[in-house]
């Protein structure tokens, strides 16, 4: 019970943390607020991920000088970045999708198996049937193309409509959209798959959480 109570108030917490992001996310694209705070709120996760890189990372060295080098740019350039917030949420939104859509793309081909494939056997075991296995390659290829959907559609409204209207949908609509295809990914998976080849939705996040701990993740 304590365990369960753990972790639904983590999904609680992890749900109002990034609904609270793609408010000032939408705020900052907007152009409302602070432009210096809004600035710093977009250059947060680019730099966050250099510093965790320089701490943690294989590459510590190059992690550390790269964060040393945006400092520096930051500096020299300040004005004309807190006058570009939308330009650097986009470059945040595009930059995640067309990394997840590698992510998943990249193990399509090659002596490797699919992405999702890998994490249902690390899930049921080695042994996945004839039409496991095909269902999985086709929720990595599906996503594969979820994500160079998303990225295509930012990069056409970002030059085509105003900053606030392609912040509604990269900013705001992003998450429930990706919650979206979680469903219907659920959902085809109940259609398609017997009782005995469906794992439950924590198990899969469990499964991603090992994947991503790994070194080559």
């Given at each position: 019970?304590?365990a369960?109570?753990g972790?639904a108030?983590?999904?609680?917490?992890?749900g109002?943390l990034?609904l609270i992001?793609a408010v000032?996310?939408?705020?900052?694209s907007s152009?409302?607020?602070d432009?210096?705070?809004?600035a710093i709120?977009?250059?947060?996760?680019?730099l966050?991920?250099?510093?965790a890189?320089a701490i943690r990372?294989?590459?510590?060295i190059?992690?550390?000088?790269?964060?040393l080098?945006?400092?520096?740019?930051?500096?020299?350039?300040?004005?004309a970045?807190?006058a570009?917030v939308?330009?650097?949420y986009?470059?945040q939104?595009f930059?995640?999708?067309?990394?997840?859509?590698?992510?998943?793309?990249?193990t399509?081909?090659g002596?490797?198996?699919?992405?999702?494939?890998?994490?249902?056997?690390?899930?049921e075991?080695?042994h996945?049937?004839?039409r496991?296995?095909?269902?999985t390659?086709q929720?990595t290829?599906a996503?594969?193309?979820f994500?160079?959907a998303?990225?295509?559609?930012s990069a056409v409204?970002f030059?085509?409509?105003?900053?606030?209207?392609w912040s509604?949908?990269a900013?705001?609509?992003g998450?429930?959209l990706?919650?979206a295809?979680?469903?219907?990914?659920?959902l085809?998976?109940?259609?398609?798959?017997?009782?005995a080849e469906?794992p439950?939705?924590?198990t899969?996040i469990r499964?991603?959480?090992?994947?991503?701990s790994t070194?080559?993740?």
């Amino acid at each position: 019970m304590t365990a369960s109570f753990g972790g639904a108030a983590r999904l609680v917490l992890a749900g109002l943390l990034a609904l609270i992001w793609a408010v000032a996310a939408h705020l900052g694209s907007s152009g409302r607020g602070d432009p210096d705070v809004n600035a710093i709120l977009a250059l947060a996760p680019i730099l966050g991920s250099l510093m965790a890189l320089a701490i943690r990372g294989p590459g510590r060295i190059w992690a550390f000088l790269a964060l040393l080098a945006a400092a520096a740019a930051l500096v020299m350039t300040w004005q004309a970045v807190r006058a570009n917030v939308a330009f650097l949420y986009f470059l945040q939104n595009f930059g995640v999708n067309i990394a997840l859509a590698v992510l998943f793309g990249r193990t399509l081909s090659g002596p490797g198996e699919p992405l999702v494939t890998h994490l249902a056997r690390s899930i049921e075991g080695p042994h996945l049937s004839a039409r496991k296995l095909r269902y999985t390659r086709q929720v990595t290829q599906a996503w594969t193309v979820f994500f160079l959907a998303n990225a295509a559609l930012s990069a056409v409204l970002f030059a085509t409509v105003s900053a606030a209207a392609w912040s509604i949908y990269a900013n705001l609509l992003g998450g429930p959209l990706v919650l979206a295809m979680f469903i219907a990914e659920h959902l085809w998976r109940r259609r398609v798959l017997p009782p005995a080849e469906r794992p439950s939705l924590a198990t899969v996040i469990r499964a991603w959480r090992q994947h991503r701990s790994t070194p080559a993740a």
